[in-house]
């Protein structure tokens, strides 16, 4: 952290600033310039953590020259986080490929899709037991009736479950049976809930705010890692821009970003992402070829009759046809699928 | 609602979506121009929320052509909420300021704080016990202990306590001890939170979310509303856009706009619109001039101590000279101060 | 301008760069924390400026303590510039109003808006000659021929002309009529533009782009400031947000923001910044309260029949009660009006 | 085009407007629903373009139904545009790409990248002469001696060459020179700009604006297609948002919307979309994925000498291993990289 002052800021104003920084246990690394003095702290940041320097006279401005996450750093962790969701891998170079519904909405309607986007290759069922919705008038979901569901469904087909938790209230509920929790863009901030994922042994899912910067979506996944849960799945969703002919801008950007900055794995979502079905195939090839771990997609039997975000929905006969392009463009960039070579392993003995 | 056609969408793909509307309870007005077929909604749009009309083929857009919100809006309400808070009025045209410090953080800032703006002119503590924060590793507050202080504070200065609600966890708690329940902005979008704020019988304080449209805001209002609870105080403290100078653009526009959608008062946060204490003067001023019901500041006895938010406190003094400019205003503007003409009442007497 | 090294950087890296530095005739200073080194260039930063020191190996970022504009930052220029024209002034603590039609229609339109805005008390006269339009459909002004009804309009009224210059090629003619030349929005960022006006002797009008940070406007301002002319009028006009209630965003915030980082006066166009009529009145008083030197207001006889930019356009009516309460809003702030004080001198003699 | 009348609205009100809209040459179909009335406008939109309906007494809002663009709308054109630059095609359904230092700097660092590009697979050869700097203190070009090196290059390597033109003035100069005329970000709504583009006869690449919507980049291309000149190329080159990690937000959706709204070509910049190095590789293999028809990328032989842009620049040796992952994606998706079947034919014989 570098504290910059004021042009003309006295002798007097730089001792006391120097002595409030060393009563916070730090080192103080003083630097004359030609317009400005500037004040370098050493140690651990840590320490000054929302510590109202620019209160001081004569200073002007504070400049962050580090991240403040750590735990969530590629810099204390060098090596890439692979997460093992009962057998599925996320992160360790292969893809994975979660897809179902929006909501569950019924027995029918989610055992279709799930075994159909198990035939097409995905590994993860996705499906909305508690949705949030901007209007109180909107159907929000089954609850733990569509919990079970989803359950029935990982029974047959052998998918895996990642569903949302939308409040403390319901967390014991959803790990009954989920193998992943889901902590929507809405939620990303909602430090109460974080600090409660950082105690329970599945991973999490965390999709990235609407107007989250990346720095503030790796404070959140700190949140969940400091509270001693290692297993944090990020997902680009689309963050809110000016732009509207898209649902949400999905920033793309992110993936090559989190990747430097961080080893958690990052995953994107291309239906939320777009807002638009229609866009959801190039979306899904772009966030592969930018070199995500993995994609989330929404697929319903029939988009027009589904009770929610119909519009972004493919098929069942569009996610096969998506899902046969991306084996063909993650095998030219050398990458594997999830779940196929092992297959292939044992096919060769 | 109007749906609007592809160019060259067939009869037939025209005729299955009037079946669809139809199926929904609603009356369809089908109007044919020269490059598109327009398809025009008639009916309580409730009905239809968030269905996928534009999966349906032949579709290409979907225009909404009024607001989503019932309750909250002035279209419904055409007069203007005022809100009670233990006698202090809200939104009936007399100016209400909230004052305190961001985080309650021990009995001799808090009480050092309550009296000097009750002096001042304030009519409401503000105060937070429950802190959100990015970081993990910040102070996030006394907690219980916290609201105890402030309920100390009432009863010696008989200011209202105002102080935020972060999960439901603690709702009875913060209940115990608020006279308005404040809802952050990262929390706008807390559904299930909204809820149950809808079934208590104390005003909730509903801050804009960082990168909440006024559509979206007032519809976090209309959950609160449609719950069965009319007192919601909407607060403008910033969005988030590119510009970097402050810590968020506090957007003044949205006290027009509300007052012409909603009936509902509108509160002024330049403490954390800004997040620079030299910048809340000026802002504090434009917003009362915009029209707003009052403002909500941040004061500490002593910001450069403060353990969160110091960069954007005012002095004790600062807010006293504030207050001054605000009385002028409001009596140049025709309006009065929320308290100051009971006082003067007595006085003539 | 600090550089912070990457974790890891070797001794090795650290001299190449230093070597960089001073050859482009900086000084170095280094800072060695726990997790980082950083490094400090003192010197004129003009030399540094662009240079790419992201790309030398062992960099991680480069940070910017001080703003890049110098002659337009009030460091280096403490006093506010008072701006003359031609005997009216514009920004030393008295307010003016600038108001007038979107575009200059023809003859009648221009003079009786010209005749009420002078009567309601308007100093200066805004009309578009030539106007920046979206659809090359769309009316785009009466050039020339707008130009003279203007100097007529100034030569019946007294009013000082304030016109839009979109090209170099028209700088001449336009400087031939106007009193100040209005760099639009969209030509903020156009350096050929801003370098010739660096060198004429009237004073600029600049208004903020649509997603110009506060830092590069004042940019913008020191190109045509560093071109030799010091009378450069700041224009707050509302940046682009994700917000759709308002055609912009107006951002009273940058007010209070340049006051402290420059010297140069600042207007609030609430015409454009909020592309709605009925919100014009609130955010001409916001604008005010915050601290502008004055405001810029559209104003038609007949909005309806309006060529452009009707539906934001005050009536004739509309406009005079308007700056009533702009009046008794400049006595309450201690301001006064400009050409009022003088008017009332002549009037005691 | 949608009129919507406020609740209440009364029938003198609707009547008044619809003798407005029937002068203006339009037929009017009204539709009452319960809350609302909205007028339906049928005839071409361009009659009605920028008339002020909400200053109409009754009227609340106006929502368009179409977009505002005719010759850039895929509507009317169905067949995707294929631009011919001199024997390299652009749009045709293979890929092209661009590459060269953001500035000419000197003969050597010119020729060696020219040649280095060619050698690599790149058809077109990118090289600023005109300079857009944000500070006046830059580097801002070497004028017509870069365009006169660039030809030089062109005719040893056998590249086509595209360049910046920053104003009317340097017109005739670029076009002596450029095969593709480049319009840049901050000029994407220099309408007069725009018109003269409009009459020439060599295509013109049109950056996005920082700030501009999709339907305002469609409606700058709009300008020049409505002036006579056919070919336009779109270069996405990333957007503004709140986000800091990246110098701009690429907005990849960009890819698959104008793909749908418009028959143009469209062309990808993850240089400046990103503005670090490091992010470019994995983001031109996502514009690639997302369907784009090209790429521009900036390349240096020696970035942490480069005078503009350094930062964002890979080296020779990135952009040849570059090359080859693109290769082998665009093999991948079924397509083919712009010169090499030709090549591969030759070889063939």
Not at 122 to 127: F, T, Y
Not at 143 to 172: P, Q, S, W, Y
Request: aromatic fraction near 4%; charge should be negative; include cysteine.
């Amino acid at each position: 952290m570098v504290i910059v002052m004021r042009k003309g800021a006295t002798e007097q104003e730089l001792e006391t600033l120097k002595k409030a920084i060393q009563e916070l246990g730090m080192q103080v690394h003083v630097s004359k310039g030609e317009e400005r003095t500037i004040v370098g702290l050493i140690g651990d940041k840590r320490n000054v953590e929302g510590f109202p320097f620019t209160s001081y006279p004569g200073v002007e401005s504070v400049v962050h020259v580090t991240h403040p996450f750590k735990l969530a750093s590629r810099d204390f962790h060098p090596d890439a986080t692979l997460i093992d969701v009962d057998g599925v891998q996320i992160g360790g170079g292969s893809i994975v490929v979660m897809a179902g519904p929006c909501s569950v909405e019924n027995r029918d309607q989610l055992l279709e899709t799930a075994f159909a986007v198990k035939q097409a290759g995905a590994q993860i069922l996705r499906g909305g037991a508690f949705k949030p919705r901007t209007s109180p008038y909107a159907f929000n979901g089954l609850g733990e009736e569509g919990l079970k569901l989803l359950a029935e469904a990982r029974e047959l087909t052998g998918l895996k479950i990642v569903t949302e938790l939308m409040d403390i209230e319901n967390l014991d509920l959803v790990l009954e049976y989920a193998d992943i929790v889901q902590i929507g863009a809405r939620n990303m901030q909602n430090f109460p809930l974080l600090r409660e994922l950082g105690r329970i042994n599945k991973p999490v899912m965390l999709k990235r705010g609407l107007s989250a910067t990346i720095e503030e979506w790796l404070m959140a996944a700190e949140y969940v890692l400091s509270g001693g849960n290692p297993n944090v799945i990020l997902c680009e969703r689309g963050i809110r821009t000016f732009e509207t002919a898209t649902r949400n801008t999905l920033d793309l950007n992110a993936v090559p970003v989190v990747r430097r900055l961080s080893h958690l794995p990052i995953i994107v979502d291309p239906s939320h992402g777009t807002g638009v079905a229609g866009y959801v195939p190039a979306m899904s090839r772009a966030g592969i070829a930018a070199g995500s771990d993995g994609l989330m997609i929404e697929v319903h039997p029939n988009p027009a009759k589904a009770l929610s975000d119909g519009a972004q929905s493919l098929t069942i006969q569009q996610f096969a046809s998506l899902m046969q392009e991306i084996r063909a463009l993650v095998a030219a960039l050398g990458l594997r699928m999830e779940g196929v070579e092992e297959a292939a392993g044992v096919r060769s003995v």
